[in-house]
């Protein structure tokens, strides 16, 4: 697997941590920055569904807006789920519905999700892979 480039958003610091922790130990190389209140941008963007000041939702509604972003991958990543949320965020664009489980299903999800997004950076997912789950 090539060298990416990520930024994830969330305003859980724990969570952050395990994340990056999953990618060493999957062995995905990764350029990670992160950030925690869903104000900056790259290769793809693993964004937290409910962060304070700005939610998930409201940052992929003005990402695809915006003429440079309008086609940055978006993973959308929460321990809740609903599924009128779920569509609606399908609907907005994002690629996929990332379910926060364990450390250990993080590794797995986050490895396979890169992976498909590398092989089809280009390709949006159908819904019936939206949601990624362990």
């Known amino acids: 697997m090539d060298m990416l480039r990520l930024l994830l958003a969330d305003d859980d610091k ?4 395990l994340f990056k922790e999953a990618l ?4 995905v190389p990764a350029d990670i920055q992160t950030v925690h209140d869903g104000e900056r941008l790259p ?3 693993f964004l937290g569904l409910n962060m304070p000041r700005k939610n998930g939702l409201e940052c992929l509604e003005e990402i695809r807006q ?9 993973f959308i990543r929460s321990t809740s789920f609903d599924p009128a949320v779920a569509g609606l ?4 664009g994002a690629r996929h519905y990332i379910r926060k489980q364990t450390f ?5 999800v986050v ?6 997004f590398q092989a089809a950076d280009h390709i949006k997912s159908s819904w019936e892979h939206f ?3 362990s």
């Open 14 to 17: 724990d969570d952050c941590a």
């Open 24 to 27: 060493v130990e999957a062995r």
């Open 43 to 45: 290769n793809a963007l």
């Open 66 to 74: 915006n003429d440079k972003l309008q086609h940055l991958p978006v």
């Open 89 to 92: 965020l399908f609907q907005k």
């Open 104 to 108: 250990g299903s993080l590794k797995k």
């Open 111 to 116: 490895y396979n999700a890169l992976k498909v």
């Open 131 to 133: 949601v990624i789950e």
